[in-house]
């Protein structure tokens, strides 16, 4: 009788047992997959169809998934289109074994999110920042149609997206507390207002350079999801001022990081109402706010408030230890 052979062509020791044999559902997929990278799980489905089985399974039933997990590393090349679609790559022999293969660059191609995401229907959070060069309505609207159930979804710096794509996330995905828009022009107000509208647990919002948005789109905001807002970045935005920060103070009481880097319509009044309306603050961010005096910020400061401008006498000492190469003494009585 034949030694019983590995379907690679191997002959297996008697009695041996392989990693296939072990329960999948018990010991594979929570104690062995879950630790394996997504980069290295594109690379391991192409050993046979048993293993891209294994890994399939493994990815219906992803909870979080981050496309930065598949993007290379410094160094890597990165996987192949063949590796991303699970297809034989370009140059490879009958048994898939790597040749000379086409590279895709820096981020995750089309093929490999499609394929990664095709059965997962029960993903809590998706980061697809890395996707930002080509991702597209058609390419995000399954996927949030089969997970309804989305809590935390980062979008930075996808400007191919569209004002549909955020309602279908609004609509579909009530549940949403955690949402990166950062650099997505097409962000205007009449999306954010669909937003508001349905995603009344909403808890960290990073509107960073969404030029769109003006003080209406934020007040209204504030007042249809801010009771439960703890975090909101409106950055690098011109068209924001007091009008939005006051009334994001007014309507915003658990509100603890607050970032109005560059806002340059923001002023001292603005900054004063949060100090009044805003126990919970923790951190906020003014640089480049040129209407923002020092006064208005003195009682955040009090109150241990972390704002990235420092206070004008501090700056005047470093500046004086830069010209002069030490901190000087200063009588604060004179």
């Known amino acids: 009788m034949e030694s019983p052979m590995e379907p690679s062509g191997v002959e297996q020791e008697p009695g041996a047992v392989r990693l296939l044999d072990l329960p999948w559902e018990d010991v594979l997929l929570p104690h062995v997959l879950s630790r394996v990278p ?7 489905q192409r050993v046979s169809r048993a ?5 399939q399974l493994h990815l219906a039933g992803l909870r979080r998934f981050d496309a930065a997990q598949v993007s290379p590393a410094p160094g890597d090349p990165g996987p192949s289109r063949a590796e991303g679609s699970g297809e ?14 086409p590279q895709v660059g820096p981020h995750i191609p089309r093929a490999a999110l499609a394929r990664l995401l095709r059965d997962a229907e029960g993903l809590q959070a998706l980061a697809l920042a890395p996707c930002h060069e080509w991702l597209s309505d058609a390419d995000l609207l399954p996927v949030l149609a089969r997970n309804p159930q989305l ?13 549909r794509a955020l309602g279908a996330l609004a609509e579909g995905c009530p549940r949403l507390r955690r949402l990166s828009l950062a650099h997505c022009d097409w962000v205007d107000g009449l999306a954010l207002r669909g937003l508001a509208d349905r995603c009344p647990a909403l808890e960290e919002l990073d509107l960073t350079a969404c030029r769109q948005l003006k003080d209406d789109a934020i007040v209204y905001l504030a007042r249809r999801s801010g009771a439960g807002l703890r975090s909101l970045s409106l950055a690098v935005n011109a068209n924001v001022g007091d009008t939005a920060v006051q ?17 340059l319509r923001v002023g001292s009044d603005g900054i004063r109402t949060l100090s009044e309306y805003c ?7 003014v ?8 006064p208005s910020l003195s009682r955040l400061r009090k109150r241990g408030v972390d704002i990235d401008v420092e206070p004008p006498l501090h700056q005047a000492l470093v500046l004086l230890q830069d010209m002069a190469g030490f901190a000087p003494f200063v009588n604060l009585q004179v």
């Not at 034989?88 to 293969?101: K, L």
């Open 51 to 55: 293993f891209r089985a294994l890994v």
């Open 287 to 294: 640089r480049h706010c040129h209407h923002v005096a020092e």
């Open 247 to 263: 009334e994001l103070a007014r309507n915003c009481p658990r509100l603890e990081h607050l970032d109005l880097t560059g806002c």
């Open 151 to 163: 809590r935390s979804v980062a979008l930075a710096g996808c400007g191919q997206l569209s004002r």
């Open 38 to 44: 997504l980069r290295q799980l594109l690379r391991l």
């Open 88 to 101: 034989r790559a370009v140059g490879s022999d009958s048994r898939g074994r790597p040749g000379p293969r």
């Open 279 to 285: 126990p919970a603050l923790r951190s906020l961010r």
